[in-house]
């Protein structure tokens, strides 16, 4: 191996072992050697004029610095590649997303989708991407159920991106299709809505049905555990556990019957798990199971039918 293919190896542990062919023949790999290199089978093409130093299958992250040195000056990691790289989801996209300048020319490519878009602000990583607030408002914008963007702010804060962020984020933006909704999310989720289901139970349970308000995400040690409950309505002795797939996969676990006992045995206290069937599909018998289990633990008040067919009132054990 002569002495400048060495350091275009050497460069391109750099960049996940990527490397275009102007870098190579800065360090004096002509294009000759570099086609011979790929035809031996030692380098290989990954996209025109970016190669990658090795014959295995490329790695998502070579992949990805290799649509960044294809998109060139400007160009950054974007929507869900960006979502992907902040911990945002576990599984990388099969498709690279990469936002280029407007004024750039990148010709289709398979396993990459270019965006040309206005700049963002960008943090300083090897694989350059937005801001983690910026790439929220990326992948909100690209939904149409306010479900769907509840999911995404959940998922953000989780990950400790906070409102604020997002908020100064928006201001950023001139035009922005969900600038009112995401306000009003916001303030939705950062008042202890951890996710989509939790969401939904207030806008589609409690509330249109006028039950008692509960508190949300109740800390106690229970049994010499800290625990906590979705939902309390202390005065009642009721616990509402929402098991969404994002907080539960797989549904309910032996430290959540633990937990329903102890509390049981402490506080006399019942728990009413919930799923997305009970709150999507059937909200109002959902809430008529809610006010039995009220009125054997005192409450005198009256539900609130939310429609002509809400049958809230017709609880039947």
Not at 52 to 68: F, K, V
Not at 132 to 158: Q, S, Y
Not at 217 to 227: D, K, N, S, Y
Request: proline letters at 7%.
């Amino acid at each position: 191996m002569t002495s400048p293919t060495r350091a275009a190896n050497a460069l391109s542990r750099r960049q996940y072992y990527a490397i275009t062919m102007r870098q190579a023949e800065k360090l004096g790999v002509s294009r000759w050697a570099v086609n011979r290199l790929v035809k031996v089978g030692h380098w290989q093409r990954l996209f025109p004029g970016i190669f990658l130093t090795h014959s295995a299958p490329p790695a998502w992250n070579s992949r990805a610095y290799g649509a960044l040195l294809l998109g060139g000056p400007g160009a950054f990691l974007c929507r869900e590649s960006a979502w992907f790289l902040d911990g945002m989801q576990l599984k990388p996209p099969d498709v690279i997303t990469l936002s280029v300048p407007r004024e750039k020319q990148v010709s289709h490519q398979p396993g990459l989708q270019v965006i040309r878009g206005a700049p963002r602000l960008l943090r300083n990583t090897e694989l350059t991407r937005p801001i983690p607030a910026e790439t929220l408002l990326d992948m909100i914008a690209l939904e149409t159920h306010p479900i769907d963007m509840i999911g995404h702010l959940t998922t953000a804060f989780r990950n400790n991106i906070r409102a604020v962020a997002v908020l100064k984020m928006l201001e950023r933006r001139e035009r922005y299709r969900h600038r009112k909704l995401i306000k009003m999310l916001l303030g939705e989720v950062v008042d202890g809505v951890e996710s989509p289901l939790e969401y939904l139970f207030d806008k589609n349970v409690e509330s249109p049905h006028r039950l008692p308000r509960s508190r949300k995400q109740v800390v106690e040690r229970l049994g010499g555990r800290m625990t906590r409950a979705d939902r309390l309505v202390e005065e009642f002795l009721l616990r509402y556990e929402l098991d969404g797939e994002f907080a539960h996969p797989g549904g309910r676990t032996d430290l959540d019957t633990w937990r329903d006992n102890a509390a049981l045995i402490k506080n006399r206290e019942t728990t009413l798990r919930y799923r997305w069937a009970n709150i999507v599909g059937t909200p109002c018998e959902t809430a008529a199971q809610i006010v039995a289990a009220l009125r054997l633990n005192g409450w005198t008040g009256q539900p609130k039918r939310c429609g002509p067919q809400c049958v809230v009132m017709n609880y039947r054990p």
